[in-house]
């Protein structure tokens, strides 16, 4: 069984509209992270949450909400959607800040 | 600021050899934690193993293990009698423990190994 659940697997968005990227790990983990996989460009850290609390954010645009309604809960919710958002968003987990992390299986976003 | 590098873009190797990936960083801290993960071609990003720059000895987890140079702040990865399974795409990263640890990793751009039978 997966342990850190990413829906929608695929997702394809009209410009200018909203998504969620959903992520929930049963991992028993206390932070949870977002990051972005964009072609030719390493993978990106977006945010990181601890005990559901925001404790970095290196996102410019502030359309990128992370949102946590439930300790293993971290969706991510975009809007005002651009072409040059089309990539694939892990959501990725660790016990703590220093441990290492598992990641989820990605939700790859094509904005057209 | 961090920054992760990998210069070998690809590596081929036959079945059954040993290869290593290379991988620098530049960090301000005295302290800090190293990792390699691999990304399968179905996406999948599985951690392999870490470095804590303040052990000496060089980590090694089953056929993976790593050559940790710190005054080169090198850190590259070896596997030993390689196998098909292990095509993939190899990430370095990086974690600064700095006094707000917020477990950001900074990752290089990857190597893509190709092990041919």
């Known amino acids: 069984d997966p342990k850190i659940i990413q829906k929608p697997k695929y997702l394809v968005a009209v410009t200018g509209s909203e998504k969620i990227l959903i992520c929930e790990q049963y991992?028993?983990?206390?932070?949870m992270y977002w990051y972005r996989q964009s072609a030719k460009k390493p993978l990106e850290f977006m945010f990181s949450y601890s005990y559901q609390k925001l404790m970095d954010n290196q996102t410019a645009s502030s359309r990128f909400q992370p949102q946590s309604s439930k300790k293993n809960h971290l969706d991510l919710q975009i809007t005002a959607l651009k072409p040059d958002d089309s990539a694939t968003y892990f959501c990725?987990?660790?016990?703590?800040?220093?441990?290492?992390?598992?990641f989820g299986s990605g939700t790859r976003l094509l904005v057209i | 600021a961090q920054k992760v590098t990998q210069t070998q873009t690809s590596i081929s190797v036959m079945e059954k050899t040993t290869v290593t990936m290379d991988c620098v960083y530049e960090?301000?801290?005295?302290?800090?934690?190293l990792f390699w993960y691999k990304q399968t071609a179905s996406g999948e990003i599985v951690f392999l193993i870490r470095?804590?720059?303040?052990?000496?000895e060089n980590a090694t987890v089953g056929h993976y293990s790593l050559n940790f140079q710190k005054p080169k702040s090198s850190i590259g990865l070896i596997i030993t009698a390689t196998q098909i399974e292990d095509s993939a795409v190899y990430f370095c990263?990086?974690?600064?423990?700095?006094?707000?640890?917020?477990?950001?990793?900074?990752f290089g751009h990857g190597t893509i190994l190709r092990v041919h039978p």
């Open positions: 470095q804590d720059s303040y052990k000496k």
């Open positions: 960090t301000q801290d005295s302290s800090y934690f």
């Open positions: 991992l028993g983990h206390n932070a």
């Open positions: 990263a990086m974690r600064e423990n700095t006094g707000a640890n917020t477990g950001k990793l900074t």
């Open positions: 990725a987990s660790s016990q703590t800040a220093n441990s290492d992390y598992t």
